[in-house]
């Protein structure tokens, strides 16, 4: 079992930054496959990318490919999101979610474990 917690939602202007954390409980974090999804208002829960357990593999999204960067630390039960050049329609509730699967997987419903989300807003 994991626990997951976001952090590090906000306003932000387009164009500009913002580096999302989620923090995992438990000694099996480096057992997950970490995934970032998003969910704007309205819509469905969409895949944004993906680490491997080790970190040493990631898959994005099309729509933020090249925008965006996810990364772990395992030492520290950490899995970050860096998501530059924002977009307004990258508005939405950002969730982090887990899964102990070795391959790629970009559904909600194969991941096992979710943080609460944190809201990004991106002004226009």
């Not at 939602?9 to 438990?26: D, K, N, P």
């Not at 490919?65 to 939405?92: E, H």
């Not at 944190?118 to 002004?123: N, Y």
Request: proline letters at 2%.
């Amino acid at each position: 079992q994991v626990q997951l917690v976001e952090s590090g939602g906000g306003l932000v202007q387009a164009g500009g930054s913002l580096r999302l954390s989620c923090a995992a409980s438990g000694r099996t974090f480096s057992s997950y496959a970490m995934g970032w999804f998003r969910q704007a208002p309205g819509k469905e829960r969409e895949f944004v990318g993906r680490i491997s357990q080790s970190g040493s593999s990631t898959y994005y999204a099309d729509s933020v490919k090249g925008r965006f960067t996810i990364s772990r630390d395992n030492a520290k039960n950490t899995v970050y999101l860096q998501m530059n050049s924002l977009k307004p329609v990258d508005t939405a509730v950002y969730y982090c979610a887990a899964n102990n699967r070795l391959w790629i997987l970009t559904l909600p419903q194969e991941y096992e474990h979710w943080g609460q989300g944190t809201q990004v807003t991106v002004s226009s």
